[in-house]
């Protein structure tokens, strides 16, 4: 598989080992190509993660080595999900972090939705650590 310059995927970072059912997650959602569960330590009152069941590491390897209905089924999942949460009407945020700039730190593809509050800025103003 290809990680476009990312290491390649590694199937004992904390995701695969969720997915393996080897680390407990409050679940959400769970199909045959994602799962949504709340994040750790939540950054908004609602905090839910969706990763594709697949070993991608960053967005291009997943769009690019991921069957058409694996990656429809993901994105199904991320709306559903918010949806479900009753986050359409007062709004929220995905965000996905890629690679060092992005501050990925699991290094398995997924994406954040955030909502219930007020989200602020997209990014800081300034750069930092
Ligand atoms: P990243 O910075 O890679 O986009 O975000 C990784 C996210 O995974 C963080 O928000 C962190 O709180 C969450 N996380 C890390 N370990 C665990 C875990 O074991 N369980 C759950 N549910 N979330 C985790």
New binding site residues.
Partial sequence: MQTNGLPPYDDGN??A??LRGE?P??KLAEDAHALA???????APV?V?VIPKGPWVSAADFHAGASAEAIAGFWRMVAGVARDLGLEESGYRL???IGAD??????HF?V?IFGGRRLGRMVPLVSGP
């Fill in positions: 904390i995701f080992r969720i680390i997650a409050k569960f709340h994040d750790i330590a939540p950054q905090h993660l965000l996905s972090n992005g501050g990925q730190e699991v290094p997924h954040h």
